[in-house]
């Protein structure tokens, strides 16, 4: 176990955790909310730091990053525990494991950012589970990343807050937030957590921060698909975080507590696709798809020239340079692409 970050003492020998809003104070023994954060001798200590529980090469337009290196390999890391109780959760088994947390071999962020170098991966992401419960070990990878010349992202619930948010994004080169609903009811009845920490995380990242943006949400039928949640949502994401921002309209199959569920219509994902571009996105996606025209490709957003044609994990870059640039009119289209 490895002393944490982000907290601070308080009476009775418990330990205040300063890393999200939940605030957990642990007495001597006990866990916070995320299971991974624990009070041990009046020191809060991370059981995650160093022991990651997943690990695999993904396609980057796994996470998805659209916009980030298109059509590279990136070294997917995650560990154990999360902040959120999802009840659409499709990670289960390491958001809410049994166990100590942390059980697995330690592993030094130097050992994985050797081997990202090794295998010639361009970047290394922290994701399968909540990163902003193990910020410390993800920053360490960071640093470790960066001194090889490396890139590092992150995909996120966005539940974090102050100094932990600061020191977490301003070590990340890309990021994508999952933004789950545009109604705090939905996050405090289906996920344990409030709407505004997160609507502040995602202006965060984008004003003071140089971290690339791109913002997931997954469409559930009864709970939230409906037209006019959507049109605040799409129209907030352009307003707040500018038109330029990818937003990834995500299609719900049934997994943990709401295994039942029916998955998403694809009229109701198009439907939403054309909300968001009616209220001034550019580069909006549908993801858990196959085979719908349009759904995944970037176009220009001045002349609509294919920029991007994604088949799959598949992507041929067919009408940008290496900066980004489109080859008919010139227009750069926002990422990171070289
Ligand atoms: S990161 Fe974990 S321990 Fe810290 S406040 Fe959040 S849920 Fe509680």
Known sequence: MSTARFWTPVEDGRVQCDACPHGCRPVEGARGRCFVRL???????????GRPAALAVDPVEKKPLYHVLPGTSVLSIGTLGCNLACRFCQNDSLSRPQGEGGAGPLVSPEELAALAVREQIPMVVATYNEPAVWPEYAMDLADAVHARGLRMAAVTSGYIQGEARREF?????????????FRDSFYRNLC?????????????IRRETACWLEVTTLLIPGWYDSEAEVDELTAWVAEELGPDTPLHFSRFHGASDMSAG??????????AKQQAVRNGLHYVYLGNVHGVDGGVDTLCKACGRMLIARNGFRVNRLGMDEEGKCLACGTICAGIWA
Do not use: H, Q
Not at 170 to 177: E, F, G, I, K, S
């Open 39 to 49: 009070n041990r001798e009046g020191r809060l200590v991370s059981a995650a730091w």
């Open 192 to 204: 344990g957590a409030r709407l505004a920490p997160v609507l502040e995380t995602l202006v965060y």
């Open 169 to 181: 994004f301003r070590r990340m080169d890309a990021a994508n937030v999952d933004l789950k609903s």
């Open 262 to 271: 029916e998955d998403t219509p694809l009229s109701t994902l198009l439907r």
